[in-house]
């Protein structure tokens, strides 16, 4: 099976500006997680989504959503963007027979 | 609040030298247990997981790990590193009241010099 993937791998964005992350689970995992990754915080949960529904929040502003597809597909988006939302944000999907989650490569958000 | 710490920031070893990651939890619910690896430049791979039974698990590339519930922790044993060991190792926990969602420690860079 192909594993995670993300999409862009790279942005550079400007304050005040949105962006949106793409991630393909792997194929049959119905479980999308996102994290945010940064040297001072470590990895921390944003939400996850299952069939099409978000089941879980992390501790981040309103400005940081989600959503999931039909084909388990899920975006991620952040408004008005801030200098310190600069990070490396992970997808993982989760195999529900076995409670383990498969991270993507991550997309390298850089506001300036 | 459930968390999860370990106990180094930075671990520098010889090759050869033998490795032990600590990892605790605080929570004394049921937990499922994970520890995670991530080489420069590369995604987060699964290295070893406990859901069950026995408490010494092993994992890939010669790790293994021991849960003890007494003392809520996990630690990661390897008896031998190699330089291809240099990498950020994370603990990471999932707790029965809390989805399906994974709580991370803060990662343990782990240099092995040649």
């Known amino acids: 099976k192909a594993g995670v993937t993300q999409t862009p791998r790279y942005l550079i964005k400007t304050r005040g500006q949105q962006v949106t992350l793409s991630c393909s689970p792997i194929s049959g995992h119905r479980s999308v997680s996102w994290y945010q990754q940064t040297p001072g915080q470590g990895l921390q949960f944003l939400f996850e989504y299952f069939s099409e529904t978000q089941r879980n929040k992390g501790n981040f502003p309103g400005r940081f959503s989600g959503r999931q597809f039909s084909n388990s597909r899920s975006e991620m988006n952040v408004s008005t963007l801030e200098l310190g939302d600069s990070a490396l944000y992970l997808c993982?999907?989760?195999?529900?027979?076995?409670?383990?989650?498969?991270f993507g490569p991550g997309t390298r958000l850089t506001v300036l | 609040a459930q968390s999860v710490s370990q106990h180094n920031h930075h671990v520098i070893l010889s090759e050869a030298a033998s490795l032990e990651l600590g990892c605790n939890y605080s929570?004394?619910?049921?937990?499922?247990l994970f520890w995670y690896v991530q080489y420069p430049g590369q995604h987060l791979q699964l290295l070893l997981k406990y859901f069950s039974g026995d408490p010494l698990v092993k994992g890939i590339k010669g790790f293994e790990a021991e849960f003890i519930k007494s003392k809520f922790s996990f630690n990661l044993r390897k008896p031998s590193v190699q330089w291809s060991d240099t990498a950020e190792y994370f603990c990471a926990v999932i707790f029965d009241n809390y989805g399906q969602n994974f709580v991370f420690g803060p990662g343990t860079r782990l240099s092995v010099l040649p």
């Open positions: 993982a999907s989760t195999d529900s027979d076995t409670d383990t989650q498969y």
């Open positions: 929570y004394g619910g049921t937990v499922n």
